[in-house]
C-alpha cells in the first residue's frame, strides 16, 4: 500500500446516463464527497458478482456500500454472495459505511430485520432527528439534520447490540451503528439536488413510482430546507477514515 490509505465503494446499482455524464458514475458520486488527498479509491460491481478477493480484503482501510434498487430483504444470488462477503469484513471489523440500501444490508447483516415500510416510499427532503451519541460531538451536529431520501424499505429490527442514531417520522432507524466499525445511513449523503431530481423524473417516466409521487418529492424539496449535505459530508469522512464512535 505504500503508506497510501485505500477504500473500495461496492457499487450496488447500475449507472444511470445522467449519473455518468456528470459524474463519471456512483463511483465518482462518492469518490466526490469522501476522497482526500494521498488516498486510493477503487470500486467493485458487487451486482456482477465483482467482489474483493480474500487475500486483498487486507489492502483496504474501509469499505462503502451504495444504494440499490434491489431489496435488501432479497434472496438473489448476488445478495447471498454479498452478506457473506460483509460477515466477513465485520469479523474483521472492517470500517464499512452502508448508504441507503446498504445500511439495510449492513442491518440484515448483523442480525437485524429488513422490509418494506409501512409508511411507503420516502422521496424528497427528510428531517433526521438524532439521538445523543458521541458520534455527533466530533462534528458538532445540531438536534437534526436534513438529508436527501429515495426509499421504500427499511430496517425493521436490529439486534440489541445495536445502536440507533437517528429516526424520522417515517422512518424508525434512519441511522445505526454496530460496535466502532459499522455506520448505516438510510439517506442519501452523497446525492445533490440534481441527482435526486433526475432519479424522481427518470423513475416516474418509466412508471416505477407515481405521477403524483413524483410530484409531492418535487414539492416537499422546494418547500424544505436543503439537506445538510457537508455535515453529512464531515460525519461519514470521521467515520470511515478512523474517528471512534
Known sequence: MGGHRKYAVLLCAEDSDYVTKMYGGYFGVFARMLKEDGEIWESFAVTKGDLPADDEINDYDGFVITGSCSDAFGNDMWIR?????????????????????????????????????????????TEVYLYPSQIFACVNTPTSLNVFQFHHDEILELPPQAEVLAWSNHTGVEMFRYGNNILGIQGHPEYSKDILLNIIDRLSNGAIIEECVAEGARARMEA??????????????????????
Open 81 to 125: 454472495r454479498f452478506l457473506i462477503l460483509l460477515r466477513k469484513l465485520i469479523a474483521m471489523k472492517k470500517r464499512i459505511l452502508g448508504i441507503c440500501f446498504g445500511h439495510q444490508i449492513l442491518g440484515r447483516a448483523v442480525g437485524g430485520r429488513v422490509g418494506r415500510s409501512s409508511g411507503g416510499w420516502d422521496i424528497g427532503t
Open 224 to 245: 424544505t430546507r436543503m439537506a445538510d449535505r457537508e455535515v453529512w459530508k464531515k460525519l461519514c469522512i470521521n467515520f470511515l477514515k478512523g474517528a471512534r464512535i
